[in-house]
T-cell receptor, first 116, second 111 residues
Framework: NAGVTQTPKFQVLKTGQSMTLQCAQD?????MYWYRQDPGMGLRLIYY???????DKGEVPNGYNVSRLNKREFSLRLESAAPSQTSVYFC???????????????FGEGSRLTVL | RKEVEQDPGPFNVPEGATVAFNCTYS??????FFWYRQDCRKEPKLLMS???SGNEDGRFTAQLNRASQYISLLIRDSKLSDSATYLC????????????FGPGTSLSVIP
């Protein structure tokens, strides 16, 4: 099993360009997430999808859109990239555990995005 | 105040040493607690969950103090392979957006 697969792994954009980060998981998980990681900030949630057909904003959604294409795939789109979006982006998936637990988060290898 | 705070580090320790990491959280309604490990330029991976009674996994021991809103991770007999960043993760409630990651503490184990 591949787990969580993200593409591309590296991307350089110019300010104003658009791009889509792709994410797919083969663990049949219901929940999927997009995080960004910046030095000293920890991982911050951009958007999440609790189940197929639903998406919700996280802590830092501005400048991003998402699509939960099906149970396997959850894409993140930057419509007009800005230098402040230079970051490492991680996709993750999980299967809710007992009670309110989200269950263990399984991450992709990350996508390193630079916006010039 | 950040929702989850950790010792900034870095911690540089010799092989065989015992090292402890601290984490505090601000939301008293938090329900679940975890330690994740992140190797340089890699994705985070679950190290262990943290239970109220404390739990141990080999050389790793995690403790939770709900009254003080404090979590700890103790690593005994440090190995070179323990070098990584350790992330404290707190689940604040029933909503998925309430999984909060601390900024991480960097550990380097030196030969």
């Amino acid at each position: 099993n591949a787990g969580v697969t993200q593409t591309p792994k590296f991307q350089v954009l110019k300010t104003g360009q658009s791009m889509t980060l792709q994410c797919a998981q083969d663990m049949n998980h219901n929940s999927m997430y997009w995080y960004r990681q910046d030095p000293g900030m920890g991982l911050r949630l951009i958007y999440y999808s609790a189940s197929e057909g639903t998406t919700d904003k996280g802590e830092v959604p501005n400048g991003y859109n998402v699509s939960r294409l099906n149970k396997r795939e959850f894409s993140l789109r930057l419509e007009s990239a800005a230098p402040s979006q230079t970051s490492v982006y991680f996709c993750a998936s999980s299967e809710p555990g007992q009670g309110s637990s989200t269950g263990e988060l399984f991450f992709g290898e990350g996508s390193r995005l630079t916006v010039l | 105040r950040k929702e989850v705070e950790q010792d900034p580090g870095p911690f540089n320790v010799p092989e065989g040493a015992t090292v402890a990491f601290n984490c505090t959280y601000s939301n008293s309604a938090s329900q679940s607690f975890f330690w994740y490990r992140q190797d340089c330029r890699k994705e985070p991976k679950l190290l262990m969950s943290v239970y109220s009674s404390g739990n141990e996994d080999g050389r790793f021991t995690a403790q939770l103090n709900r009254a003080s809103q404090y979590i700890s991770l103790l690593i005994r007999d440090s190995k070179l392979s323990d070098s990584a960043t350790y992330l404290c993760v707190v689940h604040g409630g029933t909503s998925y957006d309430k999984v909060i990651f601390g900024p991480g503490t960097s550990l380097s184990v030196i030969p």
